[in-house]
Structures are given as C-alpha cells and as structure tokens.
C-alpha cells in the first residue's frame, strides 16, 4: 500500500510542476479551443471521434494547434488500445513492436490498436514503408501528427490510406479564451490590455500563449512580492508591462480599428507608388510591435493584386522578404521588409489579374454547365476515345508558331474576355505575345479597392 501512496504523492508533485501547457491539455473535445472546422458540433473529425469509428488519419497543422491534444482525447475516449511514438525518436524496431503488439491484442482480446506517431514527416521511406501493411489491412489505426506539407514529407502509399485533417493557427477569440483559462489555472488576474497582448504576440500558437502566462505571471509576483496560486492576500495582478516583458515585445500602440486603418494606409501607400510613405507606416507598426509576420503576408498579396504583370519580380521579392521574416527573424529582418516596400512601390503597376480572375470567378458561378469540351477531355486511359475524348485535339507544339486556334474553354463562355494587359510595365509586352487578345491599352478599370 505504501508504494502506491508514495507513486500517488509523486505524480500529484509533477502535475503541480507541470508546464501550464500540459496541465490545461483538454480532456475532453468541448475543452479544445479553436479547431471548430473540425471538433464543432457536427463536423467530421468530431463525429468520428465520438463514434469511434475513426480510420486513419493525419492531422496537419503548425506548433500549438491541437494536433497532440487531439490525439490525446482520442486516447481518452476509444475503446481501443492506444500506443504513442515519437518519430524524432523511434526506428523501425519500435514500430514493428507496436504493430506485434497490435496483432497479439487483436488475436487474444479482439482490440484493435490505435497509434499515434507524433512528428510522422521525421520518419525516412523505410520507417514509414514499415508501418504501411499494418495500415493497410487494418490491423493499425494511424494517427499521424506534422507541421510540414504532409504531400511532400510522407509517402503516397501511405497518404492515400489516410484522411488528411489541416489544423489552423488558433484565432483571437480562442487565444483570448486561452489566455484567461490559463490565468485562472495560475490563480491570477490580469488588465485586458494585457490578455489582448499576449494573445496577440502568441502568433496562434496555443502552447506559446499558455508559456507567455507563465512568465508574465511569474513577473508580476516578483514585481508585487504575491506569489501565484492559492493564499497570498492579494492575488497575483498581471500588467501590460508585464505582458510585454514575458512577449519581449512591446504591445501594439493602436486599438483594433487603429490596427486596420495603419495596414490600410500601408498598403494603400504602396498601391499609390509613395515608397516613402511606405517606409513610414511600416516603422510605425514595427514600432508598434505588429506581427512581422502579418505585414509581410500583405506585401506578398499586394505583390500580385496591384503590380501583377506589369512586373513579375515583385511577387518574388515580397516572397522573400516574407521568407526572411521566418528564417532571420526581427530585428534584422525589417531590412527584408523595408527593401520589398521601396521595391512595391516603385513598380509599374497594373490590377489586371485581379479584375481577371474576377472576371473569371463570375462566369465560373453563374454561366451554364462547364462541361469540358471533348476534345480537351483526357484522353489516356482505356476507353477514353471511344467515347470521344480527344477528338479533334491540336497539339500546339506540332505548329511552327507553336500557337493553334482552339476552344479552350465551355462554349457558353467561350468568348468573354477575362484578362486585358495594361500598358503598364512589362504588362504591355504581353499583348504582342497573345494571338487574338484585344491590345493593351486603357480599356477595363486600372485600379481595385483596398
């Protein structure tokens, strides 16, 4: 009785010094915060999970989303067994374990096994070429975790077994809820300017908010001499200073409207070819602590829906520069930002592919059937051209200009024009290169909102 006694005393003892991250792991799927697309009432991954009925599965997504805590719910309420691997370090060895395992359960007992392999994209082609059989014949539910492009980073075979579930970076509102359960946990309180910040700095990452409470809780207790947690006389009262020491980011200078008027002016400068005005509301809102992250996912979608055509090497810059942000980091990286602004705006600009693929998505919504002609069907598999498909197809390469005349598209739109370069840039080259398109020149609107 007494080893128990003293295991019990010892896992209460770790708990108490858990990180908040892990003492706030749900356990059930109302506690999970964000994900609605997927753990709402009714939505798919919900239902599966509840049925426990769920296959396998890969739930994409980056750092702090839920991908373990959904794991670990699953865990929680399957009827089957449930083994955790993690593929930073395990090897074929402990996947074959888990799968003799699995096959000695399901032999003796008739329970199936449920494997959760965090990190998946870590396992090389042989270590995941190991576990496919399993998956395959059912005898393994695979429940894979990762932040990267799972098309790229695990195998087909194994892709094509699996259903793929994307987690989103966690919003506002849930950072906010967050943040609250966690003060609450740590006994503490905290000034709402101060909640907005550290949700606002966690970048929807759930465990850096969680870790950003810590801290500035920590902080607080010092700067006041309250201790976190139950007895002091005074709770524990968590400032923006505070905030902002445990961010080591200042808060942003301008409410929720002064944050959109700042972008808007921003990229409105730009839009206006004004790379000085540029410069300065970028300094303002780097100043201000803005999101790098954030100004530079403006810039990349600006590069396209202002300047376009008219020069091509916009869209790459700004895409680097947004690269940069992710792999220098602040403060270097404002260089980055401030290069892809003069850049933007000094360029010829034109809004054509913007007015374009509006053009398009109109007819695409409203106009007759899309059926694809037959001659643009594909034509390669067996059977294909008895039915027709392919007929009358001209290969444009077999002709000297290596340009045919041809229906490209359904016959109810066939004819509408989508796409009118400017005589902007090097937009005005692409009219000469276009045969049958209408010349550049000022027809159509030049400029879209913003």
């Known amino acids: 009785m007494a080893p128990d006694l003293f295991d019990a005393a010892a896992a209460e003892r770790l708990r108490g010094r858990a ?19 997927l753990v709402g009432s009714g939505r798919p991954l919900r239902e599966l999970i ?7 599965v890969i739930l994409w997504g980056p750092p702090g989303t839920g991908k373990t805590t959904l794991a670990r719910v699953v865990a929680l309420t399957t009827a089957k067994a449930f083994e955790e691997l993690s593929a930073v370090t395990a090897g074929v060895k402990d996947v074959r374990g888990v799968i003799d395992r699995a096959r000695d359960r399901l032999g003796v007992h008739g329970t199936g096994t449920i494997l959760f392999l965090d990190e998946v994209h870590r396992f090389n082609k042989a270590q995941q070429d190991a576990l496919l059989p399993a998956v395959e014949d059912g005898l393994i539910v695979l429940i894979g975790a990762t932040t990267e492009n799972p098309h790229f980073e695990v195998n087909p075979p194994l892709m094509s077994r699996s259903t793929l579930f994307r987690l989103h970076p966690l919003d506002d509102a849930s950072l906010v809820e967050l943040v609250r359960r966690g003060l609450a946990a740590e006994q503490a309180t905290a000034d709402d300017d101060a909640v907005d910040h550290l949700a606002a700095r966690s970048g ?3 465990r850096h908010a969680l870790t950003g409470i810590e801290v500035a809780v920590a902080l607080a207790g010092r700067r006041t001499g309250a201790e976190p947690g139950p007895g002091p006389a005074e709770p524990v009262q968590v400032t923006l200073a505070d905030a902002e020491a445990a961010a080591d980011a200042k808060a942003v200078r301008y409410g929720r409207d002064g944050h959109y008027d700042v972008i808007s002016a921003f990229i409105k400068s730009i839009r206006g070819s004004d790379a000085d005005a540029g410069l300065y509301w970028l300094a303002r809102m780097l100043e201000a602590g803005e999101d790098p992250r954030f100004i530079a996912r403006r810039l990349v979608i600006l590069a396209s829906e202002d300047i376009g055509l008219a020069d ?6 700004a895409d680097a520069a947004a690269r940069a942000v992710e792999y ?6 404002q260089l980055n930002l401030a290069h892809a602004v003069v850049r933007l705006a000094t360029a010829p600009k034109s809004n054509r592919v913007t007015v374009a693929l509006g053009r398009a998505a109109a007819d695409a919504r409203t106009a007759g059937t899309g059926e694809v002609p037959m001659h643009l069907r594909d034509a390669h598999y067996q059977g294909a051209k008895s039915l027709g498909h392919g007929d009358g197809y001209r290969y444009p390469h077999d002709d000297p200009d290596g340009w045919v005349t041809q229906q490209h598209r ?3 739109v066939a004819g509408n ?5 400017s005589d902007h840039g090097s937009e005005a080259d692409l009219a000469k290169r276009r045969p049958g398109a209408p010349p550049a020149g000022p027809s159509g609107p030049r400029h879209c909102g913003g």
């Open 204 to 206: 929807g990452d759930g």
């Open 312 to 317: 091509d090497g916009a869209l790459l810059v």
């Open 50 to 56: 509840e049925a426990d009925r769920l296959s396998s």
């Open 410 to 412: 359904p016959a109810e």
């Open 417 to 421: 024009v989508y796409y009118e370069p």
């Open 19 to 37: 990180p908040l991250a892990a003492r706030l792991r749900p356990r059930t799927l109302d506690e999970i915060v964000g994900q609605d697309h």
């Open 328 to 333: 220098v980091g602040l403060p270097e990286a």
